[in-house]
């Protein structure tokens, strides 16, 4: 494999110019950075489980767990270790060797962090690798859990910086970027992407996209969610984005960072195979695998199993490669192990 140099100065113009590109022209490209970079037909498969449920005071305009929309979430506390172990344990024995911790909170509290701690280390425990995505980190929180055995955090910035109040008003896009910087600090491995499909524009795409590829280290993995609209959310109705448009992100993801894993994550049941496959064809390398992320549906494993026979796909089994590219395979997921809103934020909304 020919290692594609890594840029952290994309302009808008730049990005905009790949989103512009023949859709032919565009997705060879892509393909070509991702054999460049990767096993082409390897995908990584994860799974994600909910440690804590709804009733979050955000406001996050695509999430169902946000409490002030009646979504028919049911708000569930953060779960006893032993019953997060317990299905670490299956996790572990349907081949995970990565287990992914979703809570919805708008960040933990100090007195969370000790609780998570432990959950952390007694997953760690079992041999597997771990991932939280537990909302904006305070002060010595992303070190505690790195000292408690975690290995990856995900946070997502969700869209681009100019879009961003439309979308969420709680928190700022500020906000995210300091919690990304403490996730880097304290040397655990970033997760982080966002969703496309919320009402923005193609520039506004390309403006997540530049904005994933001009942080100070590209995420070792960087999933590209399409929204989800859930009824009583406020994108309820928001209209479906053309299918080839959600490749194109794809394509341009891979071309930015190319040694990054591109996930193919919330969104996945509303495309059908063919989009599927030209997914991975544009260079994504991973996806969510189970029949839910946290509230919203996901396809079923054996359909996903299915499809891997249908195109020649093999599950991706390296744990490391580059440095930057990580590994979280699963080569089957229980279907309740799958989590995360079916949408994003960092939270466990959809990663
Ligand atoms: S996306 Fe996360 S932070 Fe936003 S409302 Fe949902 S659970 Fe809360």
């Known amino acids: 494999m020919t290692a594609t140099p890594t840029r952290h100065d994309w302009t808008r113009d730049e990005v905009l110019a790949l989103f512009d590109l023949p859709f032919n022209d565009l997705l060879y490209r892509a393909h070509t950075v991702h054999q460049e970079n990767h096993d082409s037909n390897a995908v990584q498969v994860s799974t994600l489980l909910s440690i804590k449920t709804g009733g979050c005071p955000e406001d996050c305009a695509y999430c169902p767990q946000a409490a002030r929309y009646d979504t028919g979430v049911q708000a569930q506390k953060l779960m ?6 317990a299905r670490a344990k299956a996790a572990k024995a349907a081949g995970a060797s990565r287990f992914c911790m979703g809570a919805a909170w708008r960040g933990p ?3 969370d962090i000790p609780k998570v701690a432990a959950i952390v280390s007694a997953v760690k425990g079992l041999g597997l690798e771990t991932c939280a995505t537990l909302g904006l980190l305070g002060d010595g929180h992303a070190q505690a859990l790195k000292d408690a ?11 681009a910086p100019e879009f961003y109040g439309e979308i969420i008003h709680t928190r700022e896009y500020q906000d995210r970027l300091e919690t990304l910087g403490q996730v ?18 193609r520039e506004q795409r390309a403006g997540l996209l530049q904005a994933l590829a001009n942080l100070p280290e590209h995420p070792q993995s960087v999933p590209i969610n399409q929204l989800v609209p859930v009824p009583g959310t406020p994108l309820a109705n928001t209209d479906k984005l053309d299918p080839f448009e959600f490749v194109r992100a794809i394509a341009v993801a891979r071309i930015l960072m190319p040694r990054s894993i591109v996930r193919l994550s919330a969104g996945r049941q509303q495309m059908d195979d063919a989009v599927q496959a030209l997914c991975f064809f544009a260079g994504a390398g991973s996806i969510f695998a189970g029949d839910k992320l946290l509230t919203t549906g996901n396809p079923d494993v054996a359909h ?5 026979r249908r195109l020649d796909l093999h599950p991706l089994d390296v744990v490391e490669t580059s440095g930057t590219v990580h590994a979280d395979i699963l080569d089957s997921a229980s279907a309740d192990e799958a989590a995360c809103c079916g949408n994003s934020c960092g939270c466990g909304a959809a990663a």
Request: hydrophobic residues 30%; charged residues 30%.
């Open 184 to 201: 880097r600090d304290a040397g655990l491995k970033t997760c982080c992407g966002g969703i496309v499909g919320m009402g923005e524009t």
């Open 304 to 308: 996903d199993h299915a499809l891997f």
């Open 80 to 85: 006893e270790i032993d019953d997060v172990l």
């Open 109 to 111: 509290k100090d007195r």
């Open 149 to 159: 055995g975690l290995d990856y955090y995900n946070h997502n910035i969700d869209t």
